[in-house]
């Protein structure tokens, strides 16, 4: 990336899927790395994300925005309205499932963009809050949320069998 380069954050289309698939991949390699108890792609992994994000690109409950550096996809995001769970009193949430950025694009706010795209579309769509899951051991990660304003709620416990 060069200093002066231009990042044009946009609604991703099917042509940025693979890409993003790309993206995904090298995100589980990491936390896999980080934590072995993480989840392990499956041997089509990459294609079964694909698809799943070509299935958000258009859908009016999705948000699946990408990072353009130089002509390249150097980072995504994605996520989606959430409704409340019907014994409790409505209210729409949004949740984050993945934001990922390219190693070489790291540090230089790209992710920061792309949450900041991310944010305004679920303000858009009337949620509330918003969630998104961070890995314990990527401190990173849990440190770039923090500085965006997020922090902790709930905790997931883990027991292997």
């Known amino acids: 990336m060069s200093p002066k380069a ?7 289309t099917e042509a940025d899927l693979d890409r993003v698939a790309e993206l995904w991949a090298e995100m ?9 108890r993480f989840w392990r792609r499956k ?3 990459d294609e079964i994300f694909r698809q799943w994000m070509a299935e958000a690109v258009g859908d009016e409950k999705c948000v699946l925005v990408v990072a353009e550096v130089d002509g390249a996809v ?4 994605h996520g989606s309205l959430v409704d409340a769970p019907p014994a409790v ?6 949740n984050i499932t993945d934001v990922s950025v390219g190693f070489d694009y790291r540090g230089k706010g790209i992710g920061k963009k792309l949450m900041a795209a991310a944010l305004e579309w679920f303000a858009a769509h009337e949620a ?4 998104l899951l961070a890995a314990v051991k990527n401190d990173c990660a849990v440190s ?4 965006l304003g997020f922090e902790p709620h709930t905790i997931t416990m883990w027991k292997s069998l």
């Open 144 to 147: 770039f949320y923090e500085a």
């Open 28 to 36: 589980i390699e990491l936390h896999h790395g980080l934590d072995e």
């Open 6 to 12: 231009d990042v044009i954050v946009r609604d991703a």
């Open 74 to 77: 150097a980072g995504f995001v």
């Open 43 to 45: 041997p089509n992994g």
């Open 128 to 131: 509330e809050d918003i969630t």
């Open 89 to 94: 009193e409505d209210k729409i949430s949004g």
